[in-house]
């Protein structure tokens, strides 16, 4: 299987251009959010006001960096569970979010509503957030500082290593690759 070389922000021809199991080396600016930055930028959107970025079109990465050593441009950047973001991603994708980064399975509601606005959902490798940290070539704070390592932040990453784990035709990795296992026994 080739590896497939995507640039963020993409649109929605790229997204639904992909498929599960699919290998992306991804470049470009992705934004980290997480539970409580993800509840907030749900609250601004409730009262009318701006993300503190531009959905459209974007990638967030469901990760709460470790703090960068001296010289490094970020710590450790593994990726959080997904499913504690599901209540709030329709929502997003509703705004344009256009494809989101973590590890684990996502709801049916995830997955209707990728297929509806066309997004995609890649996973990261755990526990290698020191390796994926080397994909970050940039970091700046945007928004909530005091939310911590779970603050929002935008990154420059090359050549991240993902792999397309729901796609907008529904197909999902973690219902896929457990019934094939299973089949072949």
């Given amino acids: 299987m080739a590896t497939i070389s995507i640039t963020a922000p993409f649109d929605e021809k790229t997204a639904r251009s992909l498929r599960a199991g699919d290998r992306v080396l991804?470049?470009?600016?992705?934004?980290?959010?997480?539970?409580?930055?993800?509840?907030?930028?749900?609250?601004?959107l409730d009262r009318g006001e701006a993300p503190p970025f531009d959905l459209t079109d974007a990638v967030i990465y469901y990760v709460?960096?470790?703090?960068?050593?001296?010289?490094?441009?970020?710590?450790?950047?593994?990726?959080?569970?997904?499913?504690?973001?599901?209540?709030?991603?329709?929502?997003?994708?509703?705004?344009?979010?256009?494809?989101?980064?973590?590890?684990?399975?996502?709801?049916?509601?995830?997955?209707e509503a990728m297929a509806r606005y066309g997004a995609v959902y890649f996973a990261a490798t755990g526990g290698a957030g020191a390796l994926l940290a080397r994909c970050v070539t940039a970091s700046e704070p945007v928004?909530?500082?005091?939310?911590?390592?779970?603050?929002?932040?935008?990154?420059?990453?090359?050549?991240?290593?993902l792999t397309v784990a729901l796609d907008t035709e529904g197909r999902d990795l973690y219902r896929l690759g457990p019934a094939a296992y299973l089949a072949s026994l």
Avoid: F, N, Q
């Fill in 64 to 111: 709460g960096p470790a703090p960068a050593r001296p010289g490094a441009v970020i710590g450790s950047a593994g990726p959080t569970t997904s499913y504690r973001m599901d209540a709030y991603a329709p929502r997003l994708m509703e705004h344009g979010l256009r494809g989101m980064i973590g590890k684990g399975p996502r709801s049916d509601a995830v997955a």
């Fill in 26 to 44: 991804l470049s470009g600016t992705v934004y980290t959010a997480r539970d409580a930055a993800h509840r907030r930028i749900c609250e601004a």
């Fill in 143 to 161: 928004a909530w500082p005091d939310l911590g390592s779970e603050a929002v932040r935008r990154l420059t990453v090359k050549d991240l290593p």
